[in-house]
């Protein structure tokens, strides 16, 4: 069974950091684009980052951008997320996916697995 688990979610008061990770398992997505995404409540789901298989590419959404950093190891079949400086509008629950895509995206339709999604919460 293939399965991508988040983890590293939590509270933090806005400034602060949280490191969120994406386990893969049941497959091998080294070879894959993957990306985080978020939905705030009774908003829409949201691209945030993406990164190519290597690692040498990424793409951010302008609100995140310089605060932000996604990363993978291949190696462990897993993808990072580092939030710094966080503000209380990244409050959210982010999910990790995987693109069926070769290039990177920040359409949804085009991740076929994701996973069940981390809160993270951000106070004033």
């Known amino acids: 069974q293939v399965q991508l688990v988040e983890s590293g979610g939590g509270l933090v008061q806005a400034g602060g950091s949280l490191r969120l990770s994406c386990a893969a398992s049941?497959?091998?997505?080294?070879?894959?684009?993957m990306g985080w995404f978020r939905q705030a409540p009774g908003k829409e789901r949201e691209f945030v980052a993406t990164?190519?298989?290597?690692?040498?590419?990424?793409r951010y959404v302008d609100s995140v951008k310089g605060r932000f950093t996604i990363s993978r190891d291949n190696a462990k079949n897993t993808v990072y997320l580092q939030m710094n400086s966080l503000k209380p509008e990244d409050t959210a629950v982010y999910f990790c996916?995987?693109?069926?895509?070769?290039?990177?995206?920040?359409?949804?339709?085009?991740?076929?697995?994701w996973g069940q999604g981390t809160q993270v919460t951000v106070s004033s």
């Open positions: 049941g497959r091998t997505f080294s070879g894959n684009v």
């Open positions: 990164i190519n298989w290597s690692g040498g590419s990424t």
């Open positions: 996916a995987a693109s069926r895509r070769m290039v990177l995206t920040t359409i949804p339709s085009e991740y076929f697995y």
